[in-house]
Nanobody, 115 residues
Framework: QVQFVESGGGLVQPGGSLRLSCAASGNIFSISGMGWYRQAPGKQRELVAGIRSSGRTNYVDSVKGRFTISRDAARNTVYLQMNSLKPEDTALYYC?????????WGQGTQVTVSS
């Protein structure tokens, strides 16, 4: 079983920045890549960005050029640097394995972009 603990969310104005962190623990050897996912009210959870053990990254089109995913393998931690935030980025952000998710999800961290 893998556990994820997300942090770093908050309220930010449009155009602002946030950095999310996610620490993984437990049976981390069962996962290779890690990803950030988000779920906005009334919408399905979607992949935002993923990073494989090779370092290769994937981003959803709507965040390309604005978000950057990175990983500290020694700390089992993945980060999401979010710049030029838009109101449509408002969502609950989670991390999980990537590209194949594991069943357990953390509490998530809320990101609200509003003036």
């Amino acid at each position: 079983q893998v556990q994820f603990v997300e942090s770093g969310g908050g309220l930010v104005q449009p155009g602002g920045s946030l950095r999310l962190s996610c620490a993984a623990s437990g049976n981390i050897f069962s996962i290779s890549g890690m990803g950030w996912y988000r779920q906005a009210p009334g919408k399905q959870r979607e992949l935002v960005a993923g990073i494989r053990s090779s370092g290769r990254t994937n981003y959803v089109d709507s965040v390309k050029g604005r978000f950057t995913i990175s990983r500290d393998a020694a700390r089992n931690t993945v980060y999401l640097q979010m710049n030029s935030l838009k109101p449509e980025d408002t969502a609950l952000y989670y991390c999980n394995a990537f590209p194949i998710k594991v069943p357990a999800w953390g509490q998530g961290t809320q990101v609200t972009v509003s003036s």
